[in-house]
C-alpha cells in the first residue's frame, strides 16, 4: 500500500504566472484534501475533493482550483500567481469525504517559491 | 479570536524532562483532535489523536481533552533530542470536511 505521493517537490514560479501541482492519494482513499502552509504558520484548509467533487472549501479565491480524477488523484491549479502564494502546499487523503474522524495523512508536499 | 490557539513558543525541555504542549480551540461542537508533529522543513505527521474526554496514551504521548473547558494537551515523557519539533494541534467536526490547524509550538529538548 503506497502512501500519498506530491509532485513536484520544489518550484519557483514567477509572479502572474499559472501552476498545477498533483496528488496521488493512498490507495483505497477517495478524499482528497489541499492545504497551504506558509512559513511559521499552521496549514490552512484550501479544499477538499470527494468522488470527483468540491466537498468544502476554505477561504481562498477562485484562483485557486482543483479537480480529481476517477482514480481519486488530484491536481491543485492556481492562476495569476501572487509573492504571498509562496508556501509549502500539502495534499492529504483519506476515506469517506465528510464524514470520517480520522486524522489525515499528508503527503510530503510541494514548496512553492513565488518571486 | 482564532478557532485553534497555541503559544507558539519556543519551549525549552532538559532532555528526560516532561515536555507539555497545551491548545484551546473556540468551536464547541469540534469532536476530533490531533496532534501533528512537524520537523524542518517537513509535512505534519500525525502522533495523536483523541475523541473522548480524558486521557489517552501511547508509549511515550499522552493526549488530554477537556470539551467543557475547550482544551486540548500533549504530554511528552522522556523527551528526546528528536522530539524537537513544531508540534500542531488540530480539530474537527465530524460533519465538515476541514481539520482545523493552530500555528504550532515549537519544541526544543536541550541535552
Known amino acids: 500500500e503506497t502512501g500519498v505521493t506530491q509532485s513536484p517537490t520544489h518550484l519557483i514560479k514567477t509572479r502572474g504566472q499559472q501552476v498545477t501541482l498533483r496528488c496521488s492519494s493512498q490507495s483505497g482513499h477517495n478524499t482528497v484534501s489541499w492545504y497551504q502552509q506558509a512559513l511559521g504558520q499552521g496549514p490552512q484548509f484550501i479544499f477538499q475533493?470527494?468522488?470527483?467533487?468540491?466537498?468544502g472549501r476554505g477561504n481562498f479565491p477562485p484562483r485557486f482550483s482543483g479537480l480529481q480524477f476517477p482514480n481519486y488523484s488530484s491536481e491543485l491549479n492556481v492562476n495569476a500567481l501572487e509573492l504571498d502564494d509562496s508556501a509549502l502546499y500539502l495534499c492529504a487523503s483519506s476515506l469517506g469525504g465528510t464524514n470520517t474522524h480520522y486524522g489525515y495523512t499528508f503527503g510530503s508536499g510541494t514548496r512553492l517559491t513565488v518571486v | 479570536q482564532k478557532e485553534v490557539e497555541q503559544n507558539s513558543g519556543p519551549l525549552s525541555v532538559p532532555e528526560g524532562a516532561i515536555a507539555s504542549l497545551n491548545c484551546t480551540y473556540s468551536d464547541r461542537v469540534s469532536q476530533s483532535f490531533f496532534w501533528y508533529r512537524q520537523y524542518s522543513g517537513k509535512s505534519p505527521e500525525l502522533i495523536m489523536s483523541?475523541?473522548?474526554?480524558g486521557d489517552k496514551e501511547d508509549g511515550r504521548f499522552t493526549a488530554q481533552l477537556n470539551k467543557a473547558s475547550q482544551y486540548v494537551s500533549l504530554l511528552i515523557r522522556d523527551s528526546q533530542p528528536s522530539d524537537s519539533a513544531t508540534y500542531l494541534c488540530?480539530?474537527?467536526?465530524?460533519?465538515?470536511?476541514?481539520?482545523?490547524f493552530g500555528s504550532g509550538t515549537r519544541l526544543s529538548i536541550r541535552p
Open positions: 483523541i475523541y473522548s474526554n
Open positions: 475533493y470527494y468522488r470527483e467533487e468540491e466537498n
Open positions: 488540530a480539530v474537527k467536526r465530524n460533519s465538515a470536511s476541514k481539520i482545523i
